[in-house]
């Protein structure tokens, strides 16, 4: 399986974007596609998580409220829509695929990463 994640830039605080995950297979009902991020120095940071047939979503504090995902299942891709950007969303934004979990040992497919810059 091949996830290709895309849509980062360099926005302004307060701005928006949306993040693009590509998903090269379909998958079961209990498969998950899940968004982190990742800033120099720090672990892997779990974002939302969405279930790809029933559309069960969950996030991260830190995302609850500005982040939004949800799937295209016709497209076999998966969006984070983020608003209400922020410096401290600056960081390499990775999907995945694996259970519905906020642990990224859990997930056993990765996508390249897209950079995402929000600048104050």
């Known amino acids: 399986v091949q996830l290709q994640a895309s849509g980062g830039g360099m926005v302004q605080a307060g701005d928006s974007l949306r993040l693009s995950c590509a998903v090269s297979?379909?998958?079961?009902?209990?498969?998950?596609v899940g968004w982190f991020r990742r800033t120099p120095g720090k672990e892997r940071e779990f974002v939302a998580v969405?279930?790809?047939?029933?559309?069960?979503?969950s996030y991260s504090d830190s995302a609850k409220g500005r982040f939004t995902i949800s799937r295209d299942n016709a497209k076999s891709t998966v969006y984070l829509q983020m608003d209400s950007l922020k410096p401290e969303d600056t960081a390499v934004y990775y999907c995945a695929i694996g259970l519905y979990s906020e642990y990224a040992r859990t997930y056993y497919a990765w996508g390249q990463g897209t950079l995402v810059t929000v600048s104050s």
């Open positions: 297979e379909r998958f079961d009902s209990s498969t998950a």
């Open positions: 969405i279930m790809w047939r029933s559309g069960l979503t």
